[in-house]
Nanobody, 124 residues
């Protein structure tokens, strides 16, 4: 059974940091590009970051460049999102995602697998 499980969300003050984790199981996710989307109340799910299967290439939404860092674990079945200098507008449910290549991350509708989401709330 395919499964993506996120952890690491929480309530943090503006300017703080969080590290989100996603553990993938059930198939060979080591050959998949993995990434993160987020969805704020009343808004559409939006791309945050993606990383190639090898970990050599990373991509970010303009709104998070310089503050967010995506990485993969050595086993390639885990992905992390380091979030620094958090802003209230970063408040959202963050979803881990897996898809064959990073090209699929242009639109959330192209994603094959999703985690259940983890809430990130940033207070001002």
């Amino acid at each position: 059974q395919v499964q993506l499980v996120e952890s690491g969300g929480g309530l943090v003050q503006a300017g703080g940091s969080l590290r989100l984790s996603c553990a993938a199981s059930g198939r060979r996710f080591s050959s998949y590009a993995m990434g993160w989307f987020r969805q704020a109340p009343g808004k559409e799910r939006e791309f945050v970051a993606a990383i190639s299967w090898s970990g050599d290439s990373t991509y970010y939404a303009d709104s998070v460049k310089g503050r967010f860092t995506i990485s993969r674990g050595n086993a390639k079945n885990t992905v992390y999102l380091q979030i620094n200098r958090l802003k209230p507008e970063d408040t959202a449910v963050y979803y881990c995602a897996a898809a064959p290549t990073v090209n699929y991350y242009r639109d959330y509708k192209g994603i094959d697998y999703w985690g259940q989401g983890t809430q990130v709330t940033v207070s001002s």
